[in-house]
C-alpha cells in the first residue's frame, strides 16, 4: 500500500498545482489531503475544485475549515483575529463548496495488514486544534496521543513535514503543500508505503517552483493579513517566528 500525503494548502493554488503534478508521478493507491483546505489564501474555492477533480483522494477535515463552516467568527472563540479570514472565505465558497467540505471526515485509518494501522488526522488524536511539533520530546508526544496505539500516526498542522520513531509508533508528518515554517519554502508531500512486517517507510518530497507570483497574489488579494502570508510563501518561516502557533 502507497499513499501520497500532503495538506495545509490554505487556499494556494499554484503550489498545490505543481505538488500535484508531482504526486502523479508515483502511483500511489490513494492522496490523503490532510486538512486546512481552505482559509489563509486568496483562492479558497479553486483548491475545492482541484481536490475534488482528483481520483484516490480523501481530504480530511482541518481546524481552520471546520472554522469556515461551522461559522466560528459568529460566536465567541479563542481566536478572534482569524474572525474575518473566517467570515471572508467563507463568502468567496458557494454552497456546493461548502456542502463538500461539511462531508469530510475527521480521521482515517487505513489496514495494510491485521494489527498494522495507519492512522490519519489533521493535528493531534480527537483534537484538530492540537499540534505535533518535532521540538516535543517523546513523552509530550505520548501525552498528546492519547493512547493511540497505531503503529504509524500521519497528520499536517506544524506546516514542516518531519518522519520520527517514538517507541514503536512511526510519526509522519505531512505538511504543508503550500506554506511551510521549516525554513524551507517550498511545497511539500510524504509517499507513505507499507512494506510488510510492520515497516512503514516515508519520504519526505519538496518541490521548487516560482513562487513570487503567488506572494504577490497574497498581498494584493481580499485575504486579511496577505501580506503576512506571503513572507511565509517567500521565505518558508512564519511571519511572526518570535511567537509560533504551535
Same mark, same amino acid.
Not at 475545492?48 to 477533480?53: G, Q, S, V, Y
Not at 480523501?58 to 481566536?79: A, S
Not at 458557494?94 to 467540505?101: P, R
Not at 507570483?213 to 517567500?234: D, F, H, M, Y
Given at each position: 500500500?502507497k499513499?501520497?500525503l500532503?495538506?495545509?494548502?490554505?487556499?494556494?493554488?499554484?503550489?498545490?498545482e505543481?505538488?500535484?503534478?508531482?504526486?502523479?508521478k508515483h502511483?500511489? =493507491? %490513494?492522496e490523503?489531503?490532510?486538512?486546512?483546505h481552505?482559509?489563509?489564501g486568496? @483562492? #479558497? $474555492?479553486e483548491?475545492?475544485?482541484a481536490?475534488?477533480a482528483?481520483?484516490?483522494c480523501?481530504?480530511i477535515?482541518?481546524?481552520?475549515?471546520?472554522?469556515?463552516?461551522?461559522?466560528?467568527?459568529e460566536q465567541?472563540?479563542?481566536?478572534p483575529?482569524?474572525?474575518?479570514?473566517?467570515r471572508?472565505?467563507?463568502?468567496?465558497?458557494?454552497e456546493?463548496?461548502? =456542502? %463538500?467540505l461539511?462531508?469530510l471526515?475527521h480521521?482515517?485509518?487505513?489496514?495494510? @495488514? #491485521? $494489527?498494522?494501522?495507519?492512522?490519519i488526522f489533521?493535528?493531534?488524536?480527537?483534537?484538530?486544534?492540537?499540534a505535533l511539533?518535532?521540538?516535543?520530546?517523546?513523552?509530550?508526544?505520548?501525552?498528546?496521543?492519547k493512547?493511540?496505539?497505531?503503529?504509524?500516526?500521519a497528520?499536517?498542522?506544524?506546516h514542516?513535514?518531519?518522519?520520527?520513531?517514538?517507541?514503536?509508533?512511526t510519526?509522519?508528518?505531512?505538511?504543508?503543500?503550500?506554506?511551510n515554517?521549516?525554513?524551507?519554502n517550498?511545497?511539500?508531500?510524504?509517499?507513505?508505503e507499507?512494506?510488510?512486517?510492520g515497516n512503514?517507510?516515508?519520504?519526505?518530497?519538496?518541490?521548487?517552483?516560482?513562487?513570487?507570483?503567488?506572494?504577490?497574489?497574497n498581498?494584493n488579494?481580499?485575504?486579511?493579513?496577505?501580506?503576512?502570508?506571503?513572507v511565509?510563501?517567500?521565505?518558508?518561516?512564519?511571519w511572526n517566528?518570535?511567537?509560533m502557533?504551535?
Amino acid at each position: 500500500m502507497k499513499l501520497a500525503l500532503y495538506g495545509d494548502i490554505h487556499a494556494q493554488l499554484t503550489p498545490l498545482e505543481v505538488v500535484l503534478a508531482e504526486v502523479d508521478k508515483h502511483n500511489a =493507491d %490513494w492522496e490523503v489531503v490532510l486538512g486546512d483546505h481552505v482559509m489563509g489564501g486568496p @483562492e #479558497p $474555492g479553486e483548491v475545492i475544485d482541484a481536490l475534488r477533480a482528483r481520483k484516490n483522494c480523501l481530504p480530511i477535515l482541518g481546524n481552520f475549515d471546520r472554522w469556515v463552516i461551522d461559522k466560528v467568527d459568529e460566536q465567541d472563540n479563542p481566536f478572534p483575529g482569524r474572525n474575518e479570514a473566517s467570515r471572508t472565505t467563507r463568502e468567496h465558497l458557494n454552497e456546493d463548496q461548502l =456542502d %463538500w467540505l461539511r462531508g469530510l471526515p475527521h480521521e482515517i485509518t487505513f489496514t495494510a @495488514e #491485521p $494489527g498494522h494501522d495507519v492512522h490519519i488526522f489533521h493535528a493531534a488524536p480527537g483534537d484538530d486544534e492540537g499540534a505535533l511539533p518535532l521540538r516535543l520530546t517523546d513523552d509530550e508526544i505520548l501525552e498528546r496521543l492519547k493512547g493511540d496505539k497505531a503503529e504509524c500516526l500521519a497528520f499536517g498542522q506544524v506546516h514542516g513535514p518531519y518522519v520520527r520513531q517514538v517507541g514503536n509508533q512511526t510519526l509522519v508528518c505531512g505538511a504543508s503543500a503550500a506554506v511551510n515554517w521549516d525554513g524551507d519554502n517550498r511545497p511539500a508531500y510524504v509517499l507513505l508505503e507499507y512494506k510488510g512486517d510492520g515497516n512503514w517507510e516515508a519520504e519526505i518530497h519538496r518541490v521548487a517552483y516560482d513562487f513570487e507570483p503567488q506572494a504577490l497574489k497574497n498581498e494584493n488579494s481580499w485575504v486579511p493579513n496577505g501580506e503576512r502570508q506571503a513572507v511565509t510563501i517567500r521565505t518558508g518561516e512564519y511571519w511572526n517566528p518570535a511567537h509560533m502557533p504551535h
